[in-house]
């Protein structure tokens, strides 16, 4: 009875045949936060990919694009379902997003599985980059390492001797840590991982830090977790004794709830707000004009790129998304305009890019503005393209 | 079972012959989704089911259910991540341990009653998420991915979505079968008037600590098997299967589809389930409908979806 | 040492929180026979409402009474339109009704206040540190929450042990029907119970906003710590809730903050990172789970029903 049934739908769709082969649209599945207080996460990479919409006209290679929002709740299990319904009940032609290296982890085997590409505009867990890459698996961020390996250089350059590591006891966090016991050549006197992420209160391990009297303090903590610790860094009486070097800690978003509290802390980050490119400058003059008293983030910049990145697939293969080898070659070329200036990718599909340092400062009105004060590394390349099958 | 001509009985042949039709439909329409959300929707039914058992008919409220969903799915996970990939060792393996942990859970939580005895299920069950959040080798809180579904012998592939879904919608069947020969047996009877008069059990002769604990056990293994399923349904384990919510959501849909009654927990998956998807199309603030859904029920529905249909019959 | 001393205090601290939540849950327990799940969502309702209040006002502590009433109204609302229907029904019934009503608060808040969370900002006065002893330096905004705490449970003690009101308390814990005997307005009695817990609940919610988190959902996770203080030290006994409050609050942070070098010593320390505060929550859950195979009834319980 199945074979008939079979038969009989096979003979039909055969005769609707080319035309299913062509795309009428492009149709983007988007995965982030959108609830709780790391919504604003979300938010910021939702605007700035609409804001990319926009630029294009709402079109690549000339298609009419559709996008589909979904909210991973923060939670690994949820990222996994959604994805799952993007690519089954949406067919989605592309997924995009993933603030968390945890949710994208859980989510990647349906994409690979199903070969639709995945870009993920945040998540940069080391097996991506290294044992379980992918044809189908991009990344306009970074690899988790490479960012904290950036400041374990800069913490060297400044002549620090001894460090104590905090971070969240998820995949990112660990990757952070690693990153910079990898280059930072002084003593590492503890390493502290806390329960993610629930435990917003530190106060054990700032004390803890306070006991061992490390030269430095490195520390990354996403999202509301970065406010509550600088403001427990404050209230330990830490501040000003011993300095703070951060990743991922302090950007646009959490600066305004740190406020003075970030005054003078470094960060090292791929993309500052006053990076000096063309693409760069329209695309934070542009936010700030569509998006009043918003400011854009790396999470949003990352993003920004994804979606010209995609475009530029599209517009390649003139649409013709069902050609899968095509396509991956076409995203492979990154041959878009990125805000950040130079981007290319590694035989890994992890970017290959600069490093710069940025600290919070006062600008003329007396607000917190993150500056480019320096150049820390450049042309960096994640340390796990070697493990990568694909060469 | 009275197959009396009324409308329960037309709604329950017309659900079955759905859901046994269900792969044709979605291989007319390709819509491959219906396919993982029913096969999902089946899933939970058993665990709905092996709930109904001791809720209902025992009279055990038990807070703790999902342990077995997150133990029955973490062997077969912690296995496929150890290498043994083969289901005649998985699954066998996850029923075990599932029984054992009922056996021990039970065991201490049935010298207790009443609210005591949601608390301390309840407090078992925490236990186990805490444990298996706390193995950083199998990810802790970030979960475990299945690389490979339990593997047994060809024909039979769980990778092929639609042998998977006739081989859970066959195991739920069975369930209830097995359900329902408990309950009508004499031992599903001590264990009935028990839950109304434990003392006047006793007192005739009946062993009912021992009855429960059986019964209880028997829930805890069907809802493993349950877990092992689902494990292979999402290729994907976390903690977050067995926190107390989860158990929450387990008795909603017992509540729901009505207690006491054999295809109850059908009903209450399916309803939850299938209303969680359409009202999230709708608005994402669908659950404000549903919380005072839930009151109303229990204030003016007691008997559930079952109730609503016909007269509620207890077997 | 000066460590130790620092997570003994934050042990109290959070012991104390958790005896403000767990205290309305008791009372509510013990005199209506009331199983409320619903009790975090008014913790979460305190935080947003102090967030809001303080945010229009400008005033930490303004915001914070505000919200202190507008929790108790909720309360005694909530009890009046649902709670009373449910007097006297089954358990099972209970941990139904109000799960379904934990599920209405959750979107409630999200379409109110958005998905988004909140946060309370400390004024500069709090948001310093304390020289308690020499070398130990102390958050002046835990400290004062550890004294408001402690002035409540004062407050609570003289309620409950010498006034009418407390009386009626007591003894509607331990005989309902006898109160109702006596010809007590047991529909006040009752509303004015429960918006004292709600009250409660919601001090807590508030006193930990500005250090933790206001969001949605953050009720569930803190409840079930609040259930297992209220059946370890008795059902209806703001004593026994009290201890078991002050016990679990040492548990959790010592355990949290020893069991990972513990632990360093035989695993590496992504393991102990991960086993340790596994370990220090299900020491909790194992506790309560001794106490109910050995004494049931709780360690301090308030008498037959």
Known sequence: MRRALLAASTALLLAAGPASAQQKSIKIGFISTFSGPVAVIGNDMRNSFELALDHMGRKMGGLPVEVIYEDDGFKPEVGKQKTDKLIESDKVDFIVGYIWSNVLLASMKSAVDSKTFLITSNAGPHQIAGEQCSPYIFSTSWQNDQTPQAMGHYMNQKGVKTAFLIGPNYAAGKDMLGGVASTFKGKIVGQELTKWPDQLDFSAELAKAKAEKPDAIFVFYPGKAGVQFLTQYAQSGLKGQIPLYTAFTIDELSLPLQKDLALGVPGAQEWVNDLPNDANKKFVADYIKKYPGLRPSFYGAQTYDAANLVASAVAATKGNLSDKVAVQKALEKADFKSVRGKFKFNTNHIPIQNFYLQEPVKDQDGNLVLKTVATIVEDNQDRFANECHMK | MRWTLNLRTMVVVLLLVALVLLPMYVELTGSRFLLTLFTRIVILALAAVSLNLILSYGGMMSFGHAAYLGIGGYAVGMLAFEGVTSGLVQWPVALLVSALFALVIGALSLRTRGVYFIMITLAFAQMTYYIVAGLARYGGDDGLTIQKRSQFFPPLNLSNKIQFYYLCLALLFASIYLVWRIVNSRFGMAVQGARSNDTRMRAIGFPTYRYKLTCFVIAGTLCGLSGALLANHTDFVSPAMMYWTRSGDLIIMVVLGGMGSIFGPLFGAVALLVLEEVLSGITEYWQIILGPLLLLVVLFARGGIDGLLGKVRHG | ?305
């Open chain 3, 1 to 305: 040492m000066t460590l130790f001393i620092e997570q003994c205090l934050n042990g109290l601290q959070f012991g104390l929180l958790l005896f403000l939540l767990a205290a309305g849950l008791t009372l509510v327990f013990g005199i209506m026979d009331l199983v409320n799940l619903a009790h975090g969502s008014l913790y979460m309702l305190g935080a947003y409402f102090a967030a809001t209040f303080a945010a229009w006002t400008g005033s930490f502590v303004l915001g914070a009474v505000l919200a202190l009433v507008a929790t108790l109204l909720v309360g005694m609302a909530v009890e009046v339109i649902a709670m009373r229907r449910l007097y006297g029904r089954d358990h099972l019934d209970h941990v139904l009704a109000t799960f379904g009503l934990i599920l209405f608060f959750d979107e409630l808040v999200r379409l109110i206040w958005g998905a988004g969370g909140m946060s309370l900002p400390l004024p500069s006065w709090l948001n310093t540190s304390v020289r308690i002893l020499p070398g130990v330096d102390y958050s002046a905004y835990k400290l004062s929450i550890i004294v408001v705490s402690l002035v409540v449970a004062a407050f609570l003690y003289i309620l409950v042990m010498r006034t009418r009101l407390g009386m009626l308390i007591r003894a509607g814990a331990s005989n309902r029907e006898m109160i109702g005997a006596l010809g007590v307005n047991i529909k006040l009695l009752f509303t004015l119970v429960f918006g004292l817990g709600a009250a409660l609940a919601g001090l807590a919610g508030l006193m930990q906003a500005p250090i933790l988190t206001v969001q949605i959902g953050m009720g569930e996770n803190i409840l079930i710590l609040a259930f297992v203080i209220t059946v370890i030290g008795g059902i209806g006994s703001i004593r026994g809730a009290f201890v078991a409050a002050i016990m679990v609050g040492f548990i959790d942070t010592l355990g949290r903050a020893y069991f990972t070098d513990l632990l360093r010593l035989t695993f590496t320390k992504e393991t102990a990172a991960t086993a340790a505060p596994a370990l220090s929550s299900m020491l909790i859950y194992l506790l309560m789970a001794v106490v109910l195979v050995i004494r049931p009834e709780g360690l301090f319980p308030a008498g037959g029903k």
